[in-house]
């Protein structure tokens, strides 16, 4: 199956500091998400970004599905987006199962005051 | 906004005990899923369903079994627990594909099999 590459597995900051995490992956993909889980273990999903670039206020990424990477970026980190970063991938297949994402090991990102 | 709901935050289990896990959204999503959590695992696929009463196998269904009797309702049930069964175990309902595909994610079920 596709494998899921992310890194760096953990990483502290200071408040407002900015990040860039990183998710390879080594096949063709039809589906890429971000998700974010927080300290109490909810997951929210951050972007769907298959290819091209997207943002939402401080969060932004990027997909290189030709060279098979995203990126995560983080501006002026705040303690409150620490939590677990996971990208998760599907590859285009026919039947029902197009949409089983993989998912990635995760980032650990810690945010201190 | 969407609410997927679980039936348990907390579960304590003994060995051999039947266990059942339930999952409710309330967007009327046709697919469904099982994840379990563990430390430096990531998310692994258990089983999902795309439509009523349908259910595919994930990459790790061993041990466990699904029913999907309605849209809304996706239950896990593991037969015979065992203690390699302690997990945080997440259920997902995906919203359909296009521009902006998601899936929405529960709280989480914690299970400690002693």
């Known amino acids: 199956g596709i494998q899921v590459e992310q890194s760096p597995p953990d990483l502290i900051l200071q408040e407002g500091a900015n990040s860039t995490l990183r998710c390879n992956f080594s096949d063709s993909v039809n589906n890429l998400q971000w998700f974010h889980q927080n300290p109490w273990g909810q997951l929210i999903n951050l972007f769907y970004?298959?290819?091209g670039t997207k943002q939402n206020g401080r969060l932004s990424a990027t997909t290189v599905a030709t060279e098979r990477y995203s990126l995560l970026y983080i501006s002026s980190s705040q303690t409150t987006d620490s939590g677990v970063y996971f990208c998760?991938?599907?590859?285009?297949?026919?039947?029902?199962?197009?949409?089983?994402?993989?998912f990635g090991k995760g980032t650990l990102l810690t945010v201190n005051p | 906004d969407v609410k997927v709901t679980q039936s348990s935050r907390y579960l304590v289990k003994r060995t051999g005990e039947k266990v059942f896990l339930e999952c409710v959204q309330d967007?009327?999503?046709?697919?469904m899923f099982w994840y379990r959590q563990d430390p430096g695992l990531g998310l692994r696929l258990i089983y999902f369903?795309?439509?009523?009463?349908?259910?595919e196998k994930g990459d790790i269904p061993e041990g466990y079994s699904v029913s999907r009797e309605k849209k809304e309702r996706f239950s896990l049930i593991l037969e015979s627990a065992s203690t390699n069964q302690t997990s945080m175990y997440l259920c997902?309902?995906?919203?359909?594909?296009?521009?902006?595909?998601?899936?929405?994610f529960g709280p989480g079920t914690r299970l400690l099999v002693l």
């Open positions: 967007m009327d999503h046709e697919n």
């Open positions: 998760a991938v599907s590859r285009p297949r026919g039947g029902g199962s197009n949409y089983k994402l993989t």
């Open positions: 369903s795309y439509d009523v009463k349908m259910k």
């Open positions: 970004i298959p290819s």
């Open positions: 997902a309902s995906r919203s359909p594909g296009g521009y902006q595909e998601t899936q929405y």
